[in-house]
Structure formats: structure tokens, C-alpha cells
Nanobody, 122 residues
Framework: QVHLVESGGGPVQAGGSLRLSCAAS????????VGWFRQAPGKERDFVAA????????YYADSVKGRFTVSRDNAENTVSLQMDSLKPEDTAVYYC???????????????WGQGTQVTVSS
């Protein structure tokens, strides 16, 4: 069992930056892929970014490519999502998830955190 906790969300103005963290406890996720997803009010949960177990492979949604960067520190059992040039449309609850297979589909991930709210004002 892996327990994930996201942190780092909050209010920010458009053009600003936030850094989200996903910390794992219970069991290491150093051998698993980690994905970030987000869900805005009234919308489906969407893929944002993902990183392989080694950190050597990353994927991004087109909407965040060039603005968001995912990274991981397996020694610390954490994964981060650096979000720059934030836009109001980035407003959502952000979730991290982990599973054995890397990809953009939510079904690939077995364990999910509770989410952290990001609110970008114009």
C-alpha cells in the first residue's frame, strides 16, 4: 500500500509559479511511474504530466508543455511538479498517482492522493 500526499497548492496570480510536491509513505514508489492529473469544477480529470521510475522519461499534456516540469527524488520518495507561467485555465485540484506503468491514462495508476487546490487569478 502506498499513501500519497500532495502539497504546495494555493492561490497565485496569472503568470506566477507554484511547485507541487507528492510525498509517498507506507511503501516506496521509487520503482513506479508517477503521474499528475487535474480536475476543474464540472470537468473530467485530465492528464497533466508523468515521469518514469528512473526520471529518465517524462510526458506532458500539450496544454502545459513548456510551462510545467515534472521531476523526482527517489532518495526522498517525492515527485515535484514545477508550474510556471500559470494561467487561469490551470485552476483545478491537482492529484498525483503512482503505478507500475507510465502513461497518460488514469487507469494505469493504482494509488492516488487526495489532491491540492491550485487557483490562478487573472
Amino acid at each position: 500500500q502506498v499513501h500519497l500526499v500532495e502539497s504546495g497548492g494555493g492561490p497565485v496570480q496569472a503568470g506566477g509559479s507554484l511547485r507541487l510536491s507528492c510525498a509517498a509513505s507506507g511503501r516506496s514508489f521509487s520503482s513506479n511511474a508517477v503521474g499528475w492529473f487535474r480536475q476543474a469544477p464540472g470537468k473530467e480529470r485530465d492528464f497533466v504530466a508523468a515521469i518514469s521510475w528512473s526520471g529518465g522519461v517524462t510526458y506532458y499534456a500539450d496544454s502545459v508543455k513548456g510551462r510545467f516540469t515534472v521531476s523526482r527524488d527517489n532518495a526522498e520518495n517525492t515527485v515535484s511538479l514545477q508550474m510556471d507561467s500559470l494561467k487561469p485555465e490551470d485552476t483545478a485540484v491537482y492529484y498525483c498517482a503512482t503505478g507500475p506503468f507510465l502513461g497518460a491514462e488514469a487507469a494505469r495508476y493504482d494509488y492516488w492522493g487526495q489532491g491540492t487546490q491550485v487557483t490562478v487569478s487573472s
